[in-house]
C-alpha cells in the first residue's frame, strides 16, 4: 500500500532523513514511532505531499506520489497532529466543505457526510458549531473528514495527542474497526502502550532512518526471546544453579531476592527441557516464566544509542 | 467561482458573521452623512443666492466617490491580508493542500470572496453615490467607468493583501506587509514625484535665462510613468475628466511641466488600468507561487 525508499530531507545543514526506507502492507495497522525530532512527522508531511524531499521515492496503492500528485491524493486521508478546524462553521458544513474539495458534491457529498459523522458517532452533534465539541469530538470529526473520500491508506500524526485515556480507547477502537474493514492505517504516537495493543506492524525510526520494523507479534517474540527466564524455587537454591550451570544455552546466572535470573538463549521448547531438567531433578520449581517485553523496552533499546545493551537491531 | 468550495464557504461564513452588516453600515453611514451634508450645505446656498449651483451637485459626485474609493483601498486589503495567513495558524491550510484542490484554486476562491463582499459594499452605496442624478449633470456610463475603476483598484489591493498573505506566515506581519506595499504604491509614488517636481523648480529658479528666453516649465520626469501603477492617480484622471476641477489635486497633469506628450500620456486612464490589472495578475501569481508546499525550497 506505502512504499518508501531512499528519502532523504535536508533543512539547512540539519538532515532529517537519511534514506529512509519503509514498506506498510496493505490492510496493516502500521505504528511508526521514534524519539522527538527523529523525522516522523518530516516523513509524514512529504508522504501527504506537503514537503518536497531532496531525494528518494514514496509510493501508495503502486504510484509514484511525488509524481501523480494528484491521484495520490485520492488514495490517503490525512490527520495532522493538530486538528485543523474551521470554528466557525457547523460539524455538517465543515464535513461538507471538504465533501466538496474532493469533488462530493449535493446528495451524494451530503450521504456521505452523514455515513461518516454516524460512524463516529457525531450525528446527534452535526448542527453544531465545531468550536462547541470537545477534544475527543474534534478528533473524530477530524477522522470523518479525513474518510470521506474513502481512502486506502490513512496517515494520522500523534492523533492521540492531549485525550484522556476514555477518548484514546475510544479513538483506538474505531481505528480497530477501520482496519478490520480494510483500510491500511500509518499512525504515528508517543503511547507506545497504546500502539503496542492495537498495531499489527512497526516502525522505529531514530535519527532520519528506521532502525527496526516488521510484524509487531514477531518483534515482541524476539525481545521475548532475547529476555531473562525467571525461575523461582521453593528453599534452597544452589543445586539449582549447579544444574543450570551445566546447560550450554545458559548465558548467565543471577540471583534477585527469590528469583533466579538466567539468560538463556533457546526457543519454547529449550525451555521446555530445562524446566524437565530441574523437576528430574527433584527440585521444587514454583515459578519458571519468561520475562514479557514490551514495546516500550523495544523503543529504549533501540534509541537508547547504546550498542551494549541492544539486543535487536533492524539486522535481526 | 461558485463551484470553487474555498469561495462558497468564505461566503456562507462572511454572510453569517455579525461583521458583515456591521461594514455595510458604518461604510454607508459614513457615505451618507457626508453626503448629506453636502447636499445640505448645496441646498442652503440656493436659499441665498436663489440660483441654482449644478457644480456643487458635481462636486458632491466627487466628494462622495472619492471617499468610497479611499475606504474601499482601505477595506479590501483588510479582508483579503489574513485570508490565507488565517488558514495557516489555524493549520486548516495543510488539511486543503492533502485534497484535490490547488493553491490557485485556494486563492482565487479567497481573493473572489473578498470581492465579492466588496461588490455588495459599492452596489449597497449606489442610491447614495446617485443623489446627484437627482438634479442631473452625470450619465450612466460614467457610473460604469467608476465602477471599473473601483473594481480594478479592489482587485489591486485585494492582490497585494493576498500576495502578503500567502508570503507571511502570520495575519499581523502580513496586515503590516500589505498596508506598506498599499502606502509605498499610493504615497510613495506621489511622494517621489512632489519630490522631483520641487527639485526640478529649485533647478529651474537656479538657472539664469536671456531676456525673452522662456523659463521651462519644472517637471518630475520619467518617475511620473509611477503613477501608472497608482490606482489613486487613475481615480484622479477619472475625476479630473468627469468633474472639471475635482476635489482633490490628484491629476498627473501637474508632474508633467512640458514633459512628453506620447500615447501613455494621453491615454493614461485606460493604460494604468492595464497596467495595475497586469501588476494584480502578478500578485495573484507570486501568492500561487508562495502557496505552493512543493515549490523549490531554499536550502
Known sequence: MLKIHGLKK??????????????????????????????????IKIMAGLLKPDEGSVEICGKDALRFREEAKDQFGYV????GMYDNLKVREYMEFFASCYGLSGLMGRKRCEELLDQVKLSDRADFFVDSLSRGMKQRLCLARALIHDPGLLILDEPTSGMDPRTRMEFKEM???????????????????????????????????????GNMAEILQKVNDSNPLLIR????????????????????????????????????QAEAELLYSLMEAGIPVSGFIR??????????????????KVVLSSEE | ?????????????????????????????????????????????VRISASVQYSSFLQLYAFVATLEFLLLMFIMPALTSGSISGERERQTLELLFTTRMTPKDIVMGKLFSALSQLMVLIVSSFPILLLTFVYGSMDLMDLAFLMVCFLVTAVFCGGIGIFSSSLMRRSTFSNVCTYGILLLVVVGTYMLNIFLLNMSQMQIAEEIYQLGETRPAASSGSAVYLLLLNPLATFGE?????????IADLSIRRFLGNGPDNFVIRHWIPVSILVQTVFSAGLVRGAVYFLNPLKNEKK
Open chain 2, 238 to 246: 477619472i475625476m479630473e475628466k468627469q468633474v472639471t476641477g475635482g
Open chain 1, 291 to 308: 520475562e514479557q517485553g514490551d514495546l516500550e523496552s523495544i523503543f529504549m533499546q533501540i534509541t537508547s544509542h547504546d550498542k551494549g
Open chain 1, 175 to 213: 481505528l480497530k474497526e477501520l482496519c478490520a474493514e480494510g483500510k491500511t492505517i500509518l499512525v504515528s504516537s508517543h503511547i507506545l502502550s497504546e500502539l503496542s495493543q492495537m498495531c499489527t506492524d512497526i516502525g522505529i525510526i531514530d535519527a532520519g532512518k528506521i532502525v527496526l520494523s
Open chain 1, 10 to 43: 535536508k533543512f539547512g545543514n540539519f538532515e532529517a532523513l537519511r534514506g529512509l526506507d519503509m514498506e506498510v502492507e496493505e490492510g496493516a495497522l502500521y505504528g511508526f514511532v521514534g524519539p522527538n525530532g527523529a523525522g516522523k512527522t518530516t516523513a
Open chain 1, 233 to 268: 524455587i521453593c528453599g534452597e537454591s544452589r543445586t539449582a544453579i549447579g544444574i543450570l550451570k551445566k546447560d550450554p544455552r545458559v548465558q548467565t546466572i543471577a540471583i534477585r531476592d527469590e528469583d533466579i535470573i538466567v539468560n538463556f538463549h533457546g526457543n519454547r
Open chain 2, 1 to 45: 467561482m461558485k463551484s470553487n468550495p474555498v469561495y462558497k464557504r468564505e461566503v456562507t461564513v462572511r454572510a453569517r458573521s455579525f461583521r458583515m452588516p456591521l461594514i455595510i453600515l458604518v461604510f454607508n453611514g459614513i457615505l451618507a452623512v457626508v453626503a448629506l451634508l453636502n447636499m445640505y450645505s448645496a441646498v442652503a446656498q
Open chain 1, 80 to 83: 495532522p497532529d493538530e486538528f
